[in-house]
């Protein structure tokens, strides 16, 4: 399976926007943190501006939704043009359900787990989702070291959807920079969400190029 870089836009300047998702149109997708300052301490954006950001850039959208009742609003952002929408666990009532209404609206569903959620009570979700998105920090902020607790967690889930057989993808977000990269690829992951590692360089497209490589390397991945 092919490795993806997902730029974060949490890291961007976010009163030039549309030219901060330009800027790093040749990654896979482009990440989009939405909070709502109850299931995290922090506040960012909301379905307007993902709606806009739909049409200023060919990337497509992957939402994160840290938000409490992910189950009512998660359909509006497929609405606003989500191509991927990842819900937290910890905040919906009906995850089967919900992974199931995603799907049914064409866009992919998603399931993240906090650093102390476990991945093992949820084995028997794992055929209703498309994507797994492991925190490797706290989420709510960006700009936080990556958590290198999280890497066996990161080997158990990779284990669990080989056990199935799932073609399903496994996110990793929070800390992710040319210093661990490496270690997600190895244990398992396949998606990447960087943030300040991009946008935080002075060329972003070339940040998520050499991130890219970074993780064909530890995983003898052929580049694309």
């Known amino acids: 399976m092919a490795l993806q870089i997902n730029p974060s836009i949490l890291s961007a300047d976010f009163s030039r926007l549309a030219d901060e998702a330009k800027a790093v149109e040749g990654a896979d997708w482009l990440h989009v943190d939405v909070m709502d300052n109850h299931f995290v301490p922090n506040l960012t954006l909301g379905v307007p501006v993902v709606e806009s950001l739909g049409k200023v850039t060919e990337t497509p959208l992957d939402c994160h939704l840290m938000i409490d009742d992910p189950d009512r609003w998660a359909p509006q952002y497929i609405e606003a043009g989500a191509g991927s929408v990842t819900f937290h666990v910890e905040a919906a009532a009906a995850p089967v359900r919900l992974a199931r209404e995603i799907r049914a609206k ?119």
Not at 158 to 186: F, N, P, Y
């Open 106 to 224: 064409g866009a992919r569903a998603s399931m993240a787990l906090k650093p102390a959620t476990p991945i093992e009570p949820y084995e028997d979700l794992l055929p209703e989702l498309d994507m797994l998105l492991v925190m490797t920090v706290e989420p709510g902020f960006g700009g936080q070291a990556f958590l290198d607790i999280m890497l066996p967690k990161i080997r158990r889930t990779r284990q669990l959807i080989d056990k199935h057989g799932l073609q399903m993808w496994l996110q990793v977000d929070g800390g992710v920079s040319a210093a661990t990269i490496e270690r997600c690829a190895e244990a398992g992951a396949d998606v990447f969400v960087a943030g300040s590692a991009v946008y935080g360089a002075d060329d972003p497209a070339k940040a998520v190029q050499a991130l890219r490589r970074l993780a064909e390397k530890a995983t003898g991945t052929p580049g694309t």
